[in-house]
């Protein structure tokens, strides 16, 4: 069974680090895409960027560009979002997704919630 | 960027009714077209693809169609659990925009 399972809720203040995570399971981690995706709160879903496992070739939306860094590590069959300075704006519900042409498998989300 | 524009943004129906969401491409994506479902507080679920297949599990009363640009999501007879908001997304080139969302209350 294909899951992907992401890291818990986080609270940071303003300024703040953040690395959250998405674990692949029941399929070849390495053979297909892992796409990041931002829900902001009662807003629609937009499209942040997608990371290819077996090389690390990365493609951004370029609203996200510099914004964001998108990283996998294999070994950990593990996808990766994070921030260098968080800001209140960046508060919102991340999904990470297989893949395939289309989405077709989706983590449950990790809330992150940027207050001071 | 290729745009995706969603119509409606919303619509109320009732059981039994069909009903039929809208997603219009800025420029031609040959039917890279997917449709997906959020529930209240749920992730996003895949129901189709190539703006006419049906995802796993999907039931048929889901269908898609595709008319140039333009791509439709036809529900056929409502049922309460179709309550949920939906989307539709290009995946052509990168970026692979959403459509803004259409909620659909029951």
């Known amino acids: 069974e294909v899951q992907l399972v992401q890291s818990g809720a986080e609270v940071k203040k303003p300024g703040e680090s953040l690395k959250i995570s998405c674990k692949g399971s029941?399929?070849?981690?390495?053979?297909?895409?892992i796409g990041w995706v931002r829900q902001m709160p009662g807003k629609g879903l937009e499209w942040m960027g997608i990371?290819?496992?077996?090389?690390?070739?990365?493609k951004y939306s370029p609203s996200f560009q510099g914004q964001v860094t998108i990283s996998a590590d294999k070994s950990l069959d593990t996808a990766y979002l994070q921030w260098s300075g968080l800001k209140a704006s960046d508060t919102a519900m991340y999904y990470c997704?297989?893949?395939?042409?289309?989405?077709?498998?989706w983590g449950q989300g990790t809330l992150v919630t940027v207050s001071s | 960027d290729i745009q995706m524009t969603q119509s409606p943004s919303s619509l109320s129906a009732s059981v039994g009714d069909r009903v039929t969401i809208t997603c219009r491409a800025s420029?031609?994506?040959?039917?890279?077209l997917a449709w997906y479902q959020q529930a209240p507080g749920r992730a996003p679920k895949l129901l189709l693809y190539g703006a006419s297949r049906l995802g796993s599990g999907v039931p048929s009363r889901f269908s898609g169609s595709a008319s140039g640009t333009d791509y439709t999501l036809t529900i056929s007879s409502l049922q309460p659990e179709d309550s949920a908001t939906y989307y539709c997304?290009?995946?052509?080139?990168?970026?692979?925009?959403f459509g803004q969302g259409t909620k659909l209350e029951i």
């Open positions: 420029q031609d994506i040959s039917n890279s």
């Open positions: 997704a297989r893949r395939d042409g289309q989405f077709d498998y």
């Open positions: 990371i290819y496992p077996a090389d690390s070739d990365t």
């Open positions: 997304q290009h995946y052509y080139s990168t970026p692979h925009t």
């Open positions: 029941g399929y070849s981690f390495t053979n297909y895409w």
